[in-house]
C-alpha cells in the first residue's frame, strides 16, 4: 500500500507588470506573514482571506522549499485550494 499525503492545490501569480514567474501545482504546506504574524497552511485549513508581506514558502511533495519574496499581496485558502496574487 503506498500512502499519498493529504495536498493542497496551489497557484501563485505575480501582477502582470512584474516579470516573475509563479507556481502552480500540489503542495504539503504553504507559509507566510500576515499583520498578526507568521502562519502555516496544511490541507484542510480554515477558509478565510488575507492580506501578506514579504515572504510565500511553498513545500512541495518532495520536500522541496520554494521562496517568494514581495511587498505584499493577498492569499485566499478555500477547500484546499490555496491562491496567491503577489505584488498587488
Known sequence: MI???ETLEVE????PS?????????ALSVSSKNKLGKFDILPYHA???TLI?????VQ???????????????????ENNVKAFLEV
Open 18 to 26: 512584474q516579470k516573475k514567474k509563479g507556481f502552480q501545482g500540489k
Open 53 to 57: 508581506f514579504g515572504f510565500l514558502t
Open 12 to 15: 501563485i501569480f505575480y501582477s
Open 60 to 78: 512541495t511533495l518532495n520536500n522541496k522549499k520554494i521562496e517568494f519574496r514581495f511587498k505584499r499581496g493577498v492569499l485566499e485558502v478555500y
Open 47 to 49: 477558509n478565510f482571506i
Open 3 to 5: 500512502f499519498m499525503p
